[in-house]
């Protein structure tokens, strides 16, 4: 004979009713009697969130700036179809069908290449400067040349005044400019004197652990003060009178 489950008695409107206390029918599970009392279990699908989160009420005090700058999305508006295309670098140009198109072609990239490095050797851009402007001693020597007034940056205007008194047929003035002419290189002796000292100075200063040649630097920096300072390549980064 077959066994039945356990049960209790339960009054359902006046009629004792048989409740399974535990056990298992044909049809599936059957609660206990005591499930009534059981807390409720929630289930919660993965992706949603709490209703009681979501309605929280925030602090006065709190500040809610990120959260409203997250809500309101990336913070700037969706730019136009045709500002986003001009923005957006362009296909790649066919490959040249004729010889004739790919010299012109290269000679273009070749051009544009030219452009961009004289003016980054015109900004003084360490990749763009030639190997005998680079580096950070070079640097200190051409600011040192920048950062005073040098005999030698009045060349080009008083060799040109010598050379027009030269032309004036009168042996008085051309008397004076051989002497103006003789003394303004003695002058510029005399200050690339004391320009190759400063220079010296400056670079076992600033760099006294590493070697140098000097003679190479103090020539470097002769030279740049025989140019003009507008026509100086690097150009100046430094006015007159700094402390460098």
Not at 3 to 7: A, E, N, Q, Y
Not at 50 to 64: F, G, H, K, Q, Y
Not at 195 to 200: A, C, D, E, S
Not at 228 to 235: A, G, K, L
């Given at each position: 004979m077959r066994?039945?489950?356990?049960?209790n008695t339960a009054v359902a409107g006046g009629?004792?009713?048989?409740?399974?206390?535990?056990g298992a029918h044909r049809g599936g599970p059957v609660p206990c009697a005591d499930a009534r009392r059981l807390p409720a279990v929630k289930f919660r699908l993965?992706?949603?969130?709490?209703?009681?989160?979501?309605?929280?009420?925030?602090?006065?005090?709190?500040?809610?700036?990120?959260?409203l700058v997250k809500a309101t999305g990336k913070g700037r508006p969706t730019p136009k179809r045709v500002e986003a295309q001009g923005r957006r670098p362009g296909p790649p140009p066919p490959p040249p069908t004729t010889r004739k198109e790919a010299y012109k072609r290269m000679r273009e990239q070749q051009a544009s290449r030219r452009a961009d490095t004289r003016a980054g050797m015109a900004?003084?851009?360490e990749q763009y400067l030639p190997a005998r402007d680079r580096g950070p001693?070079?640097?200190?020597?051409?600011?040192?040349?920048?950062?005073r007034r040098n005999a030698g940056?009045?060349?080009?205007?008083?060799?040109?005044?010598v050379l027009v008194g030269y032309f004036i047929p009168d042996p008085a003035v051309q008397s004076y400019t051989v002497f103006v002419w003789f003394f303004f290189f003695l002058a510029i002796a005399v200050d690339s004197v004391f320009?190759?000292?400063?220079?010296?100075k400056k670079v076992l200063e600033r760099f006294p652990d590493q070697p140098h040649r000097m003679k190479g630097l103090v020539w470097y920096g002769i030279s740049r003060a025989t140019m003009?300072?507008?026509?100086?390549?690097?150009?100046a980064e430094v006015p007159i009178g700094a402390d460098v």
């Open positions: 066994s039945l489950p356990r049960t009629v004792p009713m048989p409740v399974p206390l535990y993965p992706g949603r969130r709490d209703r009681a989160a979501a309605t929280t009420v925030p602090d006065d005090a709190a500040d809610l700036t990120p959260q900004r003084g851009e001693v070079r640097r200190l020597v051409r600011d040192v040349v920048d950062a940056s009045f060349f080009l205007g008083v060799a040109a005044l320009l190759g000292r400063r220079i010296k003009i300072r507008r026509w100086r390549f690097p150009r």
